[in-house]
């Protein structure tokens, strides 16, 4: 059974990065074809994707968020990590990570972390 696990601060100020990691247990992140996945959800609104990490290390973004982000993996670990730059209130939501089994299948989900952008 594959287990995704958010950690990182809960809040965040203005203007700083905000930097989530995920832990993975029960699968390693360089299984073909999984793509890692960081999925967003503010208040009051839906799903957002942000950006993945393929099972090679290749990251993608969405092009809204793509000046702002990075993803990253540490295979030594099995963590994929997400920043996020230069952050504003607007970035305040539940952060998930999510394992794509492909065409955004979304299979396995972590819990998700609450992140507020407050000063």
């Known amino acids: 059974q594959v287990q995704l696990q958010e950690s990182g601060p809960g809040l965040v100020k203005p203007s700083q990065t905000l930097s989530l990691t995920c832990t993975v247990s029960?699968?390693?992140?360089?299984?073909?074809?999984?793509?890692w996945t960081w999925i967003r959800q503010p208040p009051g609104k839906g799903l957002e994707w942000m950006g993945a990490?393929?099972?090679?290390?290749?990251?993608y973004y969405t092009p809204s968020l793509q000046s702002r982000t990075s993803i990253s993996s540490d295979t030594s670990k099995n963590q994929f990590t997400l920043q996020l730059r230069s952050v504003t209130p607007e970035d305040t939501a539940v952060y998930y990570c999510?394992?794509?089994?492909?065409?955004?299948?979304?299979?396995?989900w972590g819990q998700g972390t609450q992140v507020t952008v407050s000063s």
């Open positions: 999510v394992r794509d089994s492909g065409n955004y299948a979304f299979d396995y």
């Open positions: 029960g699968g390693s992140i360089t299984t073909n074809y999984y793509y």
């Open positions: 990490i393929s099972y090679s290390g290749i990251p």
